[in-house]
């Protein structure tokens, strides 16, 4: 079982609709990341948060929206997506701060945009 | 910038080893790891290396690492039906917090 938990397991929604990915993780980390992964392909690195506050966003769109309400907790608010946005986001987390830290992921939400 | 190159494909008997390559070119590369997807779900951490270490054992599992030539394998002895996945290889980046992944290899496993 994972230790990192994300809801909902399967999202559809249209193109005018807003909603939320959720992820939780309760091992004490201070990193979290959201990761797209289309079919066949590796996961692409979108935000990371570290100690809350984000540290890294890949260029990604702004109808993306992250956000990292404690250190447990960080979300992923959807706005006017697209077709093409329909992927697997994965969920990740680690200790943060120093190498050797190695990610544990959920076990995604697949979204389908329609 | 940096890369990371996976054979996209493995079939095996079950019962024999396999044996998953991967290449990198970051030479400031701290720690490489080896995760496991299964159809439907996320990635499972399976192993990592230090690089300064040549190999690393755990059970079923054995990380050669050959850091001349920037390359690193993950053999799987014994494979099982269940060790049927997608493997993907990733480098610890020299920011830290970023995993560059390879494409990974589909490891197939016949009865």
């Known amino acids: 079982d994972t230790e990192v938990t994300q809801t909902p397991k399967h999202l559809v929604m249209g193109m005018t609709n807003k909603k939320s990915l959720k992820c939780e993780q309760h091992?004490?980390?201070?990193?979290m990341y959201w990761y797209k992964q289309k079919a066949k392909k590796p996961p692409e690195l979108m935000f990371v948060?570290?100690?809350?506050?984000?540290?890294i966003n890949e260029s990604v769109p702004s109808r993306f929206s992250p956000e990292c309400p404690n250190s447990s907790l960080l979300n992923l608010h959807l706005h006017a997506l697209q077709p093409e946005d329909s992927a697997l986001y994965l969920c990740a987390s680690s200790q943060g701060g120093h190498y050797n830290s190695p990610l544990h992921f959920g076990n995604g939400t697949r979204l389908t945009v329609t | 910038g940096e890369d990371v190159e996976q054979s996209l494909f493995l079939s095996v008997r079950e019962g024999d080893s396999s044996v998953i390559n991967c290449t990198y070119t970051?030479?400031?590369?701290?720690?490489l790891y080896w995760y496991k997807q299964e159809p439907g779900a996320g990635l499972q951490l399976l192993t990592y290396?230090?690089?300064?270490?040549d190999m690393k054992q755990d059970q079923r599992l054995t990380v050669l690492l050959n850091k001349k030539d920037k390359h690193l394998s993950l053999r799987i002895a014994d494979t099982q039906t269940g060790d049927s996945a997608i493997y993907f290889c990733?480098?610890?980046?020299?920011?830290?917090?970023?995993?560059?992944f390879g494409a990974g290899t589909i490891l197939r496993v016949k009865s």
């Open positions: 290396i230090f690089s300064n270490m």
């Open positions: 990733a480098d610890e980046s020299e920011y830290g917090n970023k995993l560059v």
């Open positions: 091992m004490g980390h201070r990193a």
């Open positions: 948060y570290s100690y809350e506050k984000l540290s």
């Open positions: 970051d030479s400031s590369s701290t720690y």
